[in-house]
């Protein structure tokens, strides 16, 4: 398959870095647009692996760095949920306009739970994939605060996440408590699918079976078996990404 650097604007401006995978020697037969977990990027090795594996499968997939993370542009302490979802939309009127409107959205972690409120407003969109996406931002802003007091008294507080420190603002904070996901989900009229492992210790499986539930026809369910939250395990992101191909593609030949 063939990566290509690419760059667009978001709302405000700012540069966002990306990359397309994109089949060897077939042109996609069509695209997906990946957001990645929160604080990540779409350097991730599990990020691109789903993705190359997607590309395997025929599609052309973006993948792209959300305000002030990665090689983006932006201050990250300054985004909320509101302009992560902001940002996918920018990615697929960029994608529109210079290789084709997505068809399909995949979603990682709280990426999986902005693609499911960007998804009503893109109307290319057909199918909807998540990746350990939680039920409940208000817990983690819970979380959030928890591990930075301060940011109650500060517009912006350090935050330790996954072995590194970040700064996140408090407008990020107060606006996931105020996201309300299954409300979110019960009004997309979008196919679904849910892929969730057991065995996730930073989003527990209760959160799929939330979304499941409040979920619209037609929803898929997908188990992934002993892998962790980052599906860091190259085989769980390989198998995620080509069950999520093979899904697609039958979501997108239904309609």
């Not at 090795?45 to 983006?72: N, P």
Request: hydrophobic share 45%; proline share 4%; charged share 20%.
């Amino acid at each position: 398959m063939q990566t290509t650097k690419i760059a667009f604007e978001n709302a405000s401006g700012e540069r966002l870095a990306a990359l397309l995978d994109v089949p060897e020697s077939d042109r996609p037969t069509a695209y997906a647009l990946f957001a990645h977990c929160f604080t990540c990027s779409k350097d991730y090795k599990g990020v691109v692996r789903i993705s190359k594996a997607l590309a395997a499968e025929g599609f052309g997939v973006l993948r792209f760095d959300f305000t002030g993370l990665g090689e983006s542009e932006g201050d990250f302490s300054k985004t909320t949920f509101a302009s992560n979802v902001d940002d996918l939309i920018s990615a697929a009127n960029f994608m529109g306009a210079e290789l084709g409107a997505p068809k399909v959205l995949v979603g990682h972690s709280l990426g999986g739970a902005a693609v499911i409120h960007a998804a009503a407003k893109l109307p290319s969109v057909v199918a909807v994939a998540t990746l350990a996406a939680p039920a409940n931002l208000r817990s983690l802003a819970g979380r959030l605060r928890s591990n930075s007091p301060e940011i109650e008294s500060s517009s912006s507080a350090e935050v330790e996440i996954g072995g590194r420190k970040i700064r996140i603002g408090s407008d990020l904070v107060d606006g996931l408590e105020e996201v309300n996901m299954r409300e979110a989900v019960s009004k997309m009229e979008k196919a679904l699918l849910i892929c969730h492992s057991p065995d996730d210790r930073t989003v527990a499986i209760d959160s799929a079976i939330e979304i499941f539930l409040a979920a619209r026809q037609p929803k898929s369910f997908l188990a992934l078996a002993n892998a962790d939250h980052l599906c860091s395990h190259p085989d769980d992101a390989r198998f995620a990404g080509s069950m999520i191909a093979t899904w697609a593609h039958r979501a997108i030949g239904a309609r």
